[in-house]
């Protein structure tokens, strides 16, 4: 028996906006979706994989579909903010930091340091991670990670998160309808802990501002 696909307008926020665009263009929206997600880091792909899951057990498109298309929105999306890093480069990157507020170019040359000691490992297991999984592909092209290491890196890590989140919508089939309030939740629990961090950051950097501008003030 062909199972019910979730419906759009039963849905809010984020899966509603998920369901919507496989609806119109089926797998490769599901692709999409997920591009957007590494991208814009507060989109959580714990929310659209198991959705993309669910679509496939109605038949919307099939399992095989879904894994390969968040796949390769993953890859795609990843490979556009390396992209951007290689563009931009250090410098370039350095000097837009130190225009910014809040922001110093400091902040590029320890983030690129730490990933010369970790970069293999980090841009592997940063696929396990919301908001992480973004912004490591950023140091990845400033450093200029080998293109083909940095694709295969991402290829394998992002197809083993997908496919975790694909199957366990598959399985739960008809019954999303259950558990999409808890998904509802997530969502908003991941948005709010992003919240918590860029204001524990913000207040952190605004005091070391003013201890620094103090020791100026001293000629220390």
């Known amino acids: ?32 979706a997920i591009a957007a997600e590494n991208l814009f880091p507060p989109i959580p792909s714990e929310v659209i994989l198991p959705l993309a899951g669910f679509t496939a057990a109605a038949g919307g498109f099939t399992l095989v ?21 290689r563009l931009l480069g250090h410098d370039r990157l350095a000097a837009i930091a130190g225009r910014m507020p ?59 998160w ?18 999409e309030p808890y998904m509802d939740t997530l969502q908003w629990v991941i948005i709010g802990l992003v919240l918590v961090a860029i204001v524990w950051w913000v207040v952190a950097r605004i005091r070391l501002n003013r201890r620094e501008g103090k020791h100026l003030l001293h000629g220390e």
């Open 102 to 160: 809040l922001v110093r170019a400091s902040d590029i040359t320890k983030t690129t340091a730490w990933f010369a000691r970790h970069g293999t490992k980090a841009v592997f297991f940063g696929r396990f991670l919301p908001i992480f999984r973004s912004l490591i592909s950023i140091p990845a092209g400033i450093e200029r990670m080998s293109i083909p290491l940095f694709l295969l890196l991402t290829l394998i890590g992002s197809a083993i």
């Open 1 to 32: 028996m062909l199972q019910t696909a979730p419906d759009s307008s039963e849905l809010t926020g984020v899966a509603a906006w998920a369901v919507g665009l496989m609806e119109t263009v089926g797998a490769p929206g599901a692709g999409l």
């Open 162 to 179: 997908n496919t975790l989140f694909i199957m366990v919508g598959y399985t739960l089939g008809q019954n999303y309808h259950v558990i």
């Open 65 to 85: 579909e879904a894994i390969l298309w968040t796949t390769i929105g993953s890859v795609v999306g990843a490979f556009a903010l390396y992209a951007l890093g």
